[in-house]
């Protein structure tokens, strides 16, 4: 059984920068898919940004350019570096894990975060 926490959540202007983290209990080996999801209020959970093991990345179309997901292995954590935030980026953000990245990334998630919520006001 996987563990993740998120951290580095808050409150924060349009225009400004948050960086997410997840500490991963297991280290990063073997396959692997690491992914961020995130939920607005009274919307459905979708898919931000995933990573796998061959250090592939995918982002959602809303995300790209401003968003990157990265990874330490060292630290067993996981990233979510988001820049030019906007109102639209205001939900609560969680941090998902798998063997394998799948299409839609939710159906390879076997591990997720408790959530932690990002708020930009305008």
């Known amino acids: 059984q996987v563990s993740l926490v998120e951290s580095g959540g808050g409150s924060v202007q349009a225009g400004g920068s948050l960086r997410l983290s997840c500490v991963s209990s297991g280290t990063f080996s073997g396959k692997y898919c690491m992914a961020w999801f995130r939920q607005a209020p009274g919307m459905e959970r979708e898919a931000v940004a995933a990573?796998?093991?061959?250090?592939?990345?995918t982002y959602t179309d809303s995300v790209k350019g401003r968003f990157t997901i990265s990874q330490d292995k060292a630290k067993n954590t996981l990233y979510l570096q988001m820049n030019t935030l906007t109102p639209e980026d205001t939900a609560m953000y969680y941090c998902?894990?798998?063997?394998?990245?799948?299409?839609?990334?939710?159906?390879?998630?076997?591990?997720w975060g408790k959530g932690i919520l990002v708020t930009v006001s305008a």
């Open positions: 990573l796998d093991s061959k250090q592939r990345t």
């Open positions: 998902a894990a798998g063997t394998y990245c799948s299409a839609p990334l939710e159906y390879g998630m076997e591990f």
